[in-house]
């Protein structure tokens, strides 16, 4: 069993900057593809980025040349670095780790455990 605990989360003004956290615990998941996903009230869960064991990344069009995934293996734990923010990002931002390979990395599908979530919030 693998627990995932977000953190970074905030009010931040449009143009500025956040780093979300996901650490792991219960077992390691350095093996283990990541993703972040965020979900908005009443909308589907929305892919945002995934990082391999191997940490190449992909990243939604939304997103792409303003954030940024990354991993520490050591520590067990994903960052999402979002720079740029837009009032469009402010939802709950989730973590979550991949175990089903026959799934796309994009799809909610292809991850088992996940995060409590984190909100974040971009004032204009």
């Known amino acids: 069993q693998v627990q995932l605990v977000e953190s970074g989360g905030g009010l931040v003004q449009a143009g500025g900057s956040l780093r979300l956290s996901c650490a792991a615990s219960g077992r390691t998941c350095s093996s283990n593809a990541m993703g972040w996903f965020r979900q908005a009230p009443g909308k589907e869960r929305e892919f945002v980025a995934h990082i391999s064991w191997s940490s190449s990344t992909y990243y939604s069009d939304s997103v792409k040349g303003r954030f940024t995934i990354s991993r520490d293996n050591a520590k067990n734990t994903v960052y999402l670095q979002m720079n740029n923010l837009k009032p469009e990002d402010t939802t709950v931002y989730y973590c979550?780790?991949?175990?089903?390979?026959?799934?796309?990395?994009?799809?909610?599908?292809?991850?088992?455990?996940w995060g409590q979530g984190t909100q974040v919030t971009v004032s204009s």
């Open positions: 979550a780790v991949r175990t089903r390979l026959h799934y796309a990395v994009f799809s909610t599908a292809a991850y088992e455990y």
